[in-house]
């Protein structure tokens, strides 16, 4: 079974600069997650969605990032203009069941540098 | 305060030792998840723990519910097993995780 695949596996950006990550989770998973893992702290949630509809977006600062599931399969994470405290590995997860307490499998991660 | 304390934050074993590492939460949760990250590796998740006790090889996982505590511990401990070992817990649709503690298993 294909785990949950994302791209780019590294980005270096200016700040101002717009960034976009791409999550493909594991197939069937309804549930599918964004974390934001800043060097030397634990992931924390920016947004969940469950198929295409966001069940939890309270800690996505809306003002530059946003993020979509338009089919319910794979989704976009976007930072428009980027910041120095960006720089981060974003996570995604996906979980096949809608409720959040099934086992979530998470992809490599893209770390972003913001220079 | 955060929502997930763990300690210890650092750990360091010999080979062969068994280690325990604890979660505490302040919130009433659904789930407690237990993930490991490799160093410049992703994470896995080990186990979800809802009550009691979980085994799976070498690691067992542990909820006390009314004491809002987990551990996680690791019997005869391998090199290979030096890695973040991260705490999370869902309450409503949210999400908190711990800032993990970094395991080193020396041979």
């Known amino acids: 079974e294909a785990g949950v695949a994302q791209s780019p596996r590294y980005k270096i950006i200016e700040k101002r600069q717009s960034v976009a990550f791409w999550c493909n989770p594991i197939s069937g998973h309804a549930t599918l997650y964004w974390y934001q893992q800043i060097l030397g702290q634990g992931p924390k949630l920016l947004i969940q969605?469950?198929?295409?509809?966001?069940?939890?977006d309270s800690q996505l600062p809306k003002d530059r990032f946003s993020a979509e599931r338009l089919k319910g399969v794979d989704s976009t994470l976007k930072i428009q203009p980027a910041k120095l405290e960006d720089s981060a590995v974003y996570l995604c997860a996906s979980s096949l069941d809608i409720g959040g307490t099934d086992t979530q499998y998470f992809g490599p991660g893209t770390r972003l540098t913001v220079l | 305060k955060n929502e997930v304390e763990q300690s210890p934050q650092n750990l360091t074993a010999q080979e062969g030792e068994f280690i325990t590492i604890n979660c505490s939460y302040s919130?009433?949760?659904?789930?407690l998840h237990w993930l490991q990250q490799h160093p410049g590796g992703g994470i896995v998740s080990l186990f979800m723990l809802s009550s009691g006790k979980k085994k799976h090889g070498r690691l067992i996982a542990t909820i006390n519910i009314q004491e809002k505590h987990s551990s996680l511990h690791i019997t005869a401990s391998h090199p290979r097993d030096s890695a973040v070992y991260i705490c999370a817990v869902k309450t409503g649709n949210q999400f908190y995780f711990g800032t993990g503690t970094s395991l080193t298993v020396i041979p």
């Open positions: 919130v009433g949760i659904s789930a």
């Open positions: 969605f469950q198929n295409n509809g966001v069940v939890d």
